[in-house]
């Protein structure tokens, strides 16, 4: 199985997101493998499109985070939240900013609709650290990272992190 590179911040892609996915088949199941597969070998619960360079409405996640348990790995094409409910805040981390972490506020319940790599359309029910990783991954397909959502506190906590990473980029470059 090939991995994936996955992009740091600021790599534009990240900003950039996702587009409605139109194709669906082999081609798609096979990036939604590799993506899974990036995002074990990477230690993640979550991986979007945007995240290994590629602007496509799709993400992955398995909240064990582990090859061991795939019975919690969900694939999520074109993903729409129908309704939400009850806020709290948790922890949450990035693989596309290493190293920073922080506190996120996010729905505690979710009702989704999405459609599986066939194209079926899905609909589900999620709570907790699932509809937390759900929010999170919805957000990079909209361009939205969760350094945006940090308290002004966080915000100055990660600052220099932050920069660190852009002056990483800028030396790659
Ligand atoms: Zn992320």
Redesign the pocket.
């Known amino acids: 199985m090939t991995k994936l590179e996955v992009v740091h911040y600021p790599e534009p892609v990240l900003r950039r997101g996702g587009k409605p996915v139109t194709a669906f088949g082999p081609e798609l199941r096979q990036l939604a493998e590799e993506m899974l597969a990036t995002m074990y070998s990477s230690r993640g619960v ?1 991986l ?1 499109a945007p ?1 290994v360079g590629r602007e496509l409405d799709l993400l992955v996640l398995n909240p064990e985070g582990s090859l061991a348990d795939r019975t919690q790995e969900l694939v999520l094409v074109n993903p729409r939240i129908l309704s939400r409910k009850r806020l709290e805040f948790g922890d949450e981390g ?3 900013f290493p190293g920073i972490y922080a506190e996120v506020e996010r729905h505690r319940d979710i009702v989704a609709t999405w459609q599986d790599v066939e194209g079926r359309v899905q609909e589900g029910k999620a709570s907790g650290f699932v509809a937390r990783i759900i929010q ?2 919805m957000d ?1 397909l909209q361009g939205v ?2 350094v945006d959502r940090l308290s002004p506190a966080d915000r100055i906590r990660v600052k220099k992190q932050l920069e660190a990473l852009e002056r990483r980029a800028r030396i790659a470059t």
């Open positions: 979550g979007a995240q990035c693989l596309s999170h991954e990079h990272l969760f």
